[in-house]
């Protein structure tokens, strides 16, 4: 499994405008959501900020990997933001 695989262009967005890590979480899960055609956006952004809650997935300083495991989710998705400007997570 290569990681290249499950990133592609239309799965990058730079320059996202959000003035907290929930802000941030949630716009870039509307556009795994809208991107991917998944209706499911409650379900996965509830699991992703309760996973958030237990246990902040900060690498570094000024990087976050905001992560869930979802059920029925049948392949992993990999999705790349910037954000401007930069917020703490």
Partial sequence: MNLSSFLTRNMVAAK???VSPREAIEQIV???CSRKGLRNKKE?????L???????TVIGEWVAA???????????ILFVATLKP???F
């Fill in 16 to 18: 996202l405008s959000s």
């Fill in 30 to 32: 509307g556009s795994i």
């Fill in 44 to 48: 996965i952004l509830s699991s992703i």
């Fill in 50 to 56: 309760s996973r958030e809650e237990q246990l902040g």
């Fill in 66 to 76: 905001p992560h869930a495991r979802i059920e029925n989710l049948l392949e992993p």
């Fill in 86 to 88: 930069s917020i703490g």
